[in-house]
């Protein structure tokens, strides 16, 4: 058990799905990013995904490949993501990282658990690692008492998704469709039967990100996910405002639509 | 006796190599496995390869002796392993055909692929038309611009090229475009990768489709008098010269010489040497040499030359570089591209730029080791693509083009 789930298990308690929000840690700057993510919090997040930026995100979509360029481009390092974390965590939200894996090899995969832990985060999302190729990263994650968390994607064989489930600690990160980050028209199909194989495999908590736009998305999804993961329409309410002002105006208004939408419809508990 | 060091399987050499890779492609990088596995044992598959070498590509390729260019290289004895004779131009299309030949066997019906120079690109088009499958190829919005003749190529062929517009614009982000693709469609789509790097399978695969070059060339130095005292290649990513050093690596008084793109020089930082200039690291889904900064963030290649344009190695490299097997050595834009003018002008074989380094490689060694010495290159592709770039370097252009 973690922060991270007693806060997930709080929030099933209240009938609802949480929401979690992702941005991207020194876009427009970092202070600017840390107060975003603060706005965040305020206005309905539940638990905070920090983006760290990475040069070759072969996961990611346009809106987020656009702003991790411009905060690499404006000198944004590794280390800003600690007092993002620390600034999160002030809120009382749970402050989680979604990394590729290079930089923290290059940073150290120890130093780095042991730096976010000390700062007050408590899980990392590994975008581009595996259970299967992460056994450096789960002994130092263990060794700090981070959370690991891992994706499943529609492709996931059932094979997969257990040696998936068992690596993974927190909740499990499930793709709702094959493709990269970005707002969708519509939320795959494939979610809500991969939230019930992951679920079959073993995993306790599962979480549904890639292509929540809307709120509507997010009553959707929380109808049988335990958390509703948000990144890129999140990141547009600041990619498109010239000001950051405006952008947080756009963030705060786009988070109250998402926080509707999980408290819309209350979750039926354990029978998925 | 030591252990072969010949066609390791992967997924790891050594320290290097392994599959880091989102989970959603986890399931069609195991596929692909399989199905090479099943393959490799199947005589009837390298039956079919072997037949579309002879028939279709134009293998096997001949050694030439020149005997001029090599006064130029303190007087050794230098052949070139003439892969600018294949079909389409270079090495590329011993790679494709086995990979496409792959797609019809695992079912799918689309095939995508990243090029810097156009050669891959346009090699897998042509396999493309040849086995009736889709092919959509990514390429750096740069790359179109200085390779603007195999964009046409491509789709003269069939093809759709998409000009990959972020971050450097080069061969990075095309493979960056192409996993994006390939995320999104991997029900219909195998991704036939140019190099032999990027996650298991792919680097023992592609490796493995190239060594034909190695074994052809082994063959014909020993009917020609005997082995060479090295053996060179240009190093990008680096599928021609693992192909044609694996046959040589269990032959240890053969010297292995790989040379990679250093630009404007390495001490400039404007450089594409991964194992000489980079450290090791993950890009494209396995750990090797990468040039990055101190956070890992990849940094941006220099190099004359597209199709040696790139940040990152196969890890098979890397391993033989760890190892002392083979060297890795650097060779500049202007070395290059004296060695280019003297085959032209010595021999009447206008090279690759990429191909050019490993000349500029041989001249190098040559005047080291002297009249006594043989050297082997892989004259890994023409330069027929080059012609403007070549031109313009030296200067050789109207003014309106320059």
């Not at chain 2, 294949?86 to 299309?93: E, L, M, Q, R, V």
């Amino acid at each position: 058990m973690s922060a991270l789930t007693d806060r997930l298990d709080e929030i099933k308690a209240e009938g609802r799905a949480a929401l979690i929000g992702y941005l991207p840690v020194g876009y427009p700057s970092v202070e600017g990013s840390i107060e975003a993510m603060e706005v965040m919090v305020e206005a309905g997040v539940d638990i905070v995904e920090i983006g760290l930026p990475y040069s070759d995100p072969v996961l990611d979509g346009p809106v987020i490949q656009f702003a991790a360029e411009q905060a690499l481009a404006n000198g944004t390092r590794i280390a800003d993501v600690f007092p993002a974390a620390t600034a999160v965590a002030a809120t009382g939200a749970p402050a989680l990282v979604m990394s590729y894996f290079n930089p923290m090899l290059q940073y150290g995969v120890d130093r780095f658990a042991q730096d976010l832990r000390s700062a007050g985060g408590v899980g990392v999302i590994t975008p581009d690692l595996t259970p299967d190729s992460g056994a450096e990263w789960i002994a130092a994650a263990d060794a700090h008492g981070l959370d690991k968390i891992f994706l499943v994607a529609p492709s996931s064989t059932t094979e997969r998704l257990h040696l998936t489930v068992n690596a993974t600690t927190g909740f499990v990160y499930a793709a709702s469709l094959m493709g990269v980050t970005g707002e969708r028209a519509t939320v795959g199909d494939a979610a809500e039967s991969l939230v019930r194989n992951t679920r079959a495999a073993g995993a306790p908590r599962v979480c549904v990100g890639l292509g929540v736009t809307t709120g509507a998305h997010a009553a959707q999804v929380a109808r049988y996910a335990d958390g509703v993961i948000v990144g890129s329409a999140l990141v547009r309410c600041l990619t498109e405002n010239e000001s950051l002002d405006a952008g947080l105006a756009a963030l705060r208004v786009k988070v109250q639509e998402l926080a509707a939408g999980v408290r819309a419809v209350r979750v039926r508990g354990e029978t998925l | 006796m030591t252990e072969s060091l010949q066609s390791a399987p992967g997924p790891f050499f050594g320290d290097f190599g392994g599959q880091f890779v989102p989970e959603a492609l986890m399931a069609a990088l195991d596929q692909l496995t399989d199905a090479y596995d099943k393959a490799r044992l199947d005589p009837s598959f390298y039956a079919e390869i072997d037949r579309l070498g002879r028939e279709y590509s134009g293998r096997p390729s001949i050694v030439t002796e020149v005997l001029r260019f090599a006064k130029h290289a303190g007087g050794a004895r230098v052949f070139l392993k003439r892969e600018d004779l294949n079909h389409t131009g270079s090495h590329k299309i011993n790679n494709v055909l086995g990979q496409a030949l792959l797609t019809k066997r695992i079912g799918k019906t689309r095939v995508i692929a990243e090029t810097g120079a156009g050669q891959h690109g346009v090699a897998t088009a042509t396999a493309a038309a040849l086995m009736d499958l889709e092919c959509v190829v990514y390429m750096g919005e740069e790359d179109t611009e200085r390779q603007a003749l195999n964009v046409a190529r491509m789709k003269l062929l069939g093809a759709t090229v998409v000009p990959v517009k972020t971050g450097s614009r080069t061969l990075r982000d095309a493979i960056n475009e192409a996993y994006r693709d390939w995320v999104a469609n991997v029900d219909t789509t195998n991704y036939v990768f140019g190099t032999a790097a990027g996650p298991h399978p792919f680097p023992a695969m592609v490796r493995d489709f190239q060594r034909v070059i190695g074994l052809e060339a082994r063959e014909q130095m020993l009917a020609m008098g005997g082995l060479p005292d090295a053996v060179l290649a240009c190093v990008g990513g680096g599928s021609n010269a693992i192909g044609i050093f694996d046959a040589f690596l269990d032959d240890s008084q053969v010297r292995l010489i790989g040379c990679e793109a250093a630009g404007d020089g390495v001490e400039t930082g404007r450089h594409a040497s991964a194992i000489g200039g980079g450290r090791p690291g993950v890009l494209h889904g396995s750990k090797s040499y990468v040039l990055q900064d101190a956070d890992g963030q990849t940094t941006e290649s220099h190099s004359i030359s597209a199709g040696l344009d790139y940040p990152g190695v196969g890890p098979q490299h890397a391993w033989l570089a760890d190892l002392g097997r083979a060297e890795y050595w650097a060779v500049t834009d202007v070395e290059a591209m004296e060695a280019f003018r003297l085959l032209c002008r010595t021999e009447g074989i206008l090279p690759a730029i990429e191909s050019a380094h490993a000349l500029a490689g041989a001249i190098k060694l040559g005047k080291e080791l002297g009249e006594d010495a043989t050297l082997l290159v892989n004259l890994s592709g023409r330069g027929d693509k080059d012609v403007e770039s070549a031109a313009r370097y030296f200067d050789m252009l109207p003014e309106s083009h320059s």
